[in-house]
């Protein structure tokens, strides 16, 4: 079975600060992990995969299959990144399976 | 990379009756995906829509609940069936697709989803 947790419902930082956004993921084979992000009244997007190792609006997140973990990262947030932030996991069955989201929250 | 439309955008509808959802690609996709979104709950993946063939249903949903067709490669529909409160929720039509940044990868695309109310 695949899982997806993301521990924080809500994360709330300030303009400029570094952010985080958790996600452990629970698999048996060799996953491939995503971010999605949602804006205010705006479909869910595609914001970055591991597979292609890239930074999207600053935004990059590692695989670490050790921890099982790919937590979101940015070193200065700003007010515009400020959405619900998803993560997925896709295994061999072409499947995605979402954690519940985290809403970040960059405050002035 | 694909762009979805989902009709209705939203309704309310009374506990046991039906509702139809329609999904429309602007070009042609071979997998095309039904989600449902609960109140404060993550997406859940309701089936698989096969062109020319029956919808492939995660554990937990039933053909009869949900009934799909799939009649060509740029459209879909969900029914929900004899509805309940329980049924309030987002629905989401989905579409892998070339991806709009990666000539390499695949991409899933989602629809504005429609948000239902059932009294």
């Known amino acids: 079975a695949q899982r997806v947790t993301q521990p924080e419902k809500l994360l709330s930082v300030f303009k400029g600060a570094p952010v985080e956004l958790k996600c452990n993921y629970s698999y048996s084979g060799s996953p491939e992990l995503f971010w999605y992000v949602q804006y205010s009244r705006q479909r869910l997007q595609l914001l970055l995969r591991h597979i292609s190792r890239e930074s999207i609006k600053g935004f990059t997140a590692d695989l670490n299959k050790g921890e099982t973990s790919f937590h979101l990262k940015k070193p200065f947030a700003q007010e515009e990144d400020s959405a619900m932030y998803y993560c997925?996991?896709?295994?061999?069955?072409?499947?995605?399976?979402f954690g519940k989201g985290t809403l970040l929250t960059v405050n002035p | 990379s694909a762009v979805i439309s989902q009709k209705p955008s939203r309704d309310i509808c009374q506990r046991g009756t039906s509702l139809t959802i329609q999904c429309q690609v602007d070009s042609q996709v071979t997998m095309m995906f039904w989600y449902r979104q609960q109140p404060g709950q993550s997406l859940t993946l309701i089936a698989t829509a096969n062109q020319g063939s029956e919808a492939t249903y995660e554990s937990g949903f039933v053909i009869d609940k949900f009934p799909i067709s799939r009649p060509n490669l740029t459209f879909s529909t969900l029914t929900v069936s004899n509805m309940s409160p329980e049924d309030s929720s987002i629905y989401l039509c989905?579409?892998?697709?070339?991806?709009?940044?990666?000539?390499?990868?695949?991409?899933?695309?989602f629809g504005p989803g429609t948000r239902l109310t059932v009294l």
């Open positions: 989905s579409v892998e697709d070339r991806s709009r940044t990666s000539g390499t990868y695949n991409e899933q695309f």
């Open positions: 997925a996991l896709r295994g061999s069955n072409y499947k995605l399976t």
